[in-house]
């Protein structure tokens, strides 16, 4: 069965190559591509690599890339369980649609995938890196309760890792 999650305002799906045109769009925007992709231009058939590695976890173990699509059906990121730096467990990934920053999306869709791998996925931990620089998304980690593990050179770059436990419930550090 393959997972759809739903909270307030969002309904999250697997991607599919049907969202290819517009993953890879997203991916190429200059925010996301800084951030994420260290400024690589990710081509259409990378972007269906992608998604297509994406249904293959879902097939093998319920979880990849889930699309966020808003209560009018428009699209406003993805969010996900994805593998980085050659680690056992995927980290927490989450891109909103530089277009629909400041609304909250970011972290009401983080947050869908952090419950979802605590409780039917059973994690023992989550973890979530972020780009030294990038200080909205240590916001959104902060905001879900995630812990500062340490700092550390990643593939060049100055990146941040953080964990969280299935105890852990950042409500009151995203109220305070």
Not at 88 to 111: I, M
Not at 115 to 125: N, T
Not at 133 to 144: F, K, T
Request: aromatic share 12%.
């Amino acid at each position: 069965m393959t997972p759809e999650l739903k909270t307030e305002r969002l309904r999250l799906r697997p991607l599919t190559q049907d969202d290819q045109p517009w993953f890879g769009k997203l991916n190429r925007d200059p925010v996301v591509r800084r951030f994420l992709w260290d400024d690589d231009i990710i081509s259409d058939e990378q972007a269906a690599d992608i998604i297509a590695e994406s249904s293959r976890l879902f097939e093998d173990r319920q979880y990849g890339l889930f699309r966020a699509d808003d209560e009018n059906g428009e699209p406003v990121g993805y969010y996900g369980l994805w593998f980085f730096f050659g680690e056992d467990l995927p980290q927490l990934l989450y891109v909103t649609d530089p277009e629909r920053n400041k609304e909250g999306f970011a972290v009401e869709g983080a947050r869908a995938i952090r419950d979802y791998a605590f409780g039917p996925l059973a994690f023992s931990h989550l973890d979530a890196a972020c780009d030294a620089a990038n200080e909205p998304s240590h916001q959104v980690a902060r905001a879900l309760g995630f812990k500062l593990r340490k700092t550390a050179m990643e593939e060049g770059l100055e990146t941040t890792f953080y964990r969280a436990y299935p105890a852990d419930d950042g409500a009151a550090l995203a109220s305070g």
